[in-house]
């Protein structure tokens, strides 16, 4: 049982800090990472209960080091309802310049798939964490995850999959911005289950959105620690 936890631990503090440093998060990853290997390389191959239980502390001390570190960086980058309604009126301003649907998308009742230009969006938050955050939605890409673009397309298509209707999702689009919507039906998708109306659920967070009252920095937070959750109890 030890040495799971140990497991769980390292494979979760390596996969975040991959995706921080990829990310270009600001924090001093690279000092983590020593703390990281110099526990790890600790580590007995056979050692008794006793032995395994401070490395157990060790990684679970670490592990909310890192997982504070994210959070701080989430606060920062969209620290109040005010700022994230100047970034969503930017993000409208901009939208043409980025993505435009299909003309025919409320009434075609298609995936809202959006048409993509030469401009990137604007990268919020790290797409690695959002991944980390929010597994399920790679399991529905084609071809995988490996950009915002393909966030926002595969998006386009799950909203369908959940029962979000194109009016609800094109709303929230408008309102939030077509990332920052990708990035809810992400966390709406890894919550599914526990989720009665998805559509109702996302005409909600537009409605909060659109009174500058929504940050989807919490939104993700959630997700990463439910994500994890077995591995920090465990600590």
Not at 23 to 39: A, N
Not at 44 to 62: F, G, K, N, Y
Not at 120 to 142: H, M, S, W
Request: net charge negative.
């Amino acid at each position: 049982l030890m040495r799971e936890r140990i497991t769980l631990h390292r494979r979760d503090i390596h996969k975040l800090i991959e995706a921080a440093v990829n990310e270009d998060v600001p924090g001093d990853w690279g000092g983590l990472w020593k703390r990281f290997r110099s526990v790890v390389e600790a580590i007995p191959r056979r050692a008794c209960i006793a032995e395994l239980e401070p490395i157990v502390a060790d990684l679970a001390a670490l592990h909310d080091d890192v997982d504070k570190l994210l959070e701080i960086h989430m606060e920062s980058t969209n620290p109040s309802g005010n700022d994230s309604q100047s970034e969503r009126q930017q993000s409208n301003s901009n939208a043409d310049s980025i993505f435009e649907f299909e003309p025919a998308f409320e009434k075609s009742g298609s995936t809202a798939e959006p048409r993509t230009r030469t401009a990137e969006p604007p990268r919020t938050y790290p797409l690695g964490i959002v991944l980390k955050a929010c597994p399920e939605i790679a399991d529905y890409a084609v071809d995988g995850i490996g950009n915002w673009r393909d966030l926002m397309v595969t998006a386009a298509q799950v909203r369908g999959y959940l029962g979000v209707s194109p009016s609800a999702y094109e709303d929230a689009c408008h309102v939030m911005g077509q990332e920052t919507a990708a990035m809810v039906i992400a966390c709406i998708l890894q919550r599914a289950q526990h989720i009665n109306s998805a559509g109702g659920y996302l005409r909600v967070l537009t409605d909060k959105a659109r009174a500058g009252e929504f940050s989807v920095g919490p939104m993700l937070m959630a997700a990463l620690r439910a994500n994890g959750s077995p591995t920090r109890m465990a600590g």
